[in-house]
């Protein structure tokens, strides 16, 4: 089985391509380091794309809050309030951000957005009261002098229990 059609023969390309490089065009030679430059570019943009979320991430520090065990159910309450403010804030300023890119495509994002601003203004609404009734009932737990309800310490690592 032939890889090249009936007429052709890898001796007549070769042929072709010398003829071709022999022949005095002024085009010939940017036309040759242009093609072999964009060949390049798409090749190494496949292997960039490659690369792309499969790497291992390396040296990547993860911060977290270090709480004390003894905090109590009214201060872990107020930072979850401020954590879903915090929350708020950031989303409304991607959305800021996603809807200049919209606008700059032609993406008609208004009616939609008045929708949604809606539902969330009730899921913040709802989230909020649900916090509100919780830090109303630590708080009455706190004034009525109850213990706090803190998990049992956790043994240390490599010690039996």
Do not use: C
Not at 24 to 48: C, D, N
Not at 106 to 119: L, Q, T, V
């Amino acid at each position: 089985m032939a890889i090249f059609p009936r007429p052709v023969s890898p001796r007549s390309a070769a042929g072709d391509l010398w003829g071709y490089l022999l022949e005095k065009r002024s085009h010939r030679w940017p036309l040759l380091g242009l093609s072999a430059a964009l060949t390049w570019v798409i090749i190494w943009m496949f292997v960039l794309d490659a690369n792309t979320n499969t790497m291992p991430k390396q040296n990547q520090i993860t911060y977290f809050q270090n709480w004390t065990a003894d905090r109590s159910d009214v201060a872990v309450i107020l930072q979850q309030k401020k954590d879903l403010a915090a929350r708020v804030k950031a989303l409304h300023a991607k959305q800021k951000e996603m809807q200049k890119i919209a606008d700059m495509f032609g993406i008609e994002w208004r009616e939609e957005a008045k929708r949604n601003a809606a539902r969330e203004a009730e899921a913040v609404r709802y989230l909020n009261a649900q916090l509100d009734k919780k830090l109303a009932e630590a708080q009455a737990k706190l004034d009525a002098g109850q213990p706090l309800a803190s998990p049992a310490p956790l043994a240390p690592v490599g010690t039996p229990e």
